[in-house]
């Protein structure tokens, strides 16, 4: 069964930056056949998608959140099936446990017809989390 095993978040202070990484390993078919995604979850609230980008075989887009659009960036190495999320100026409302996720090629990233860029219910493919901490 694959998996996918998220490290590097931890405390960062304000303005600072984070490089989180995502391992994709056990799957049949390399990483280029996903579509990838970035989540969040802070403390009482509900799982936000905040990147996204289509697989390399569909020549998917990148999507950002508004309120990370600038500052953070998706990235991927299909050759280590890793995927990364590196945070640049970080905030303390960017505090969250954050999640990587997969979904098959055409689903997850792509823009519907009411506009909405990031698909969660196609995310098959979670990792367990890694925890972010913005703070002086």
């Known amino acids: 069964q694959g998996q996918l095993v998220e490290s590097g978040g931890g405390l960062a202070q304000p303005g600072g930056s984070l490089r989180l990484s995502c391992v994709v390993s056990?799957?049949?078919?390399?990483?280029?056949?996903?579509?990838i995604g970035w989540f969040r979850q802070a403390p009482g609230k509900e799982r936000e998608g905040i990147s996204c980008?289509?697989?390399?075989?569909?020549?998917?887009?990148?999507w950002y959140e508004d309120s990370v659009k600038g500052r953070f960036t998706i990235s991927r190495d299909n050759a280590k099936n890793t995927v990364y999320l590196q945070m640049n100026s970080l905030k303390p409302e960017d505090a969250a446990v954050y999640y990587c996720a997969m979904a098959d090629s055409g689903y997850g990233c792509y823009q519907s017809s009411q506009g909405r860029f990031i698909h969660q219910s196609d995310y098959e493919f979670w990792g367990q989390g890694t925890q972010v901490t913005v703070s002086s």
């Open positions: 980008e289509g697989s390399t075989v569909s020549a998917g887009r990148t």
């Open positions: 056990g799957f049949t078919l390399n990483l280029r056949y996903y579509a």
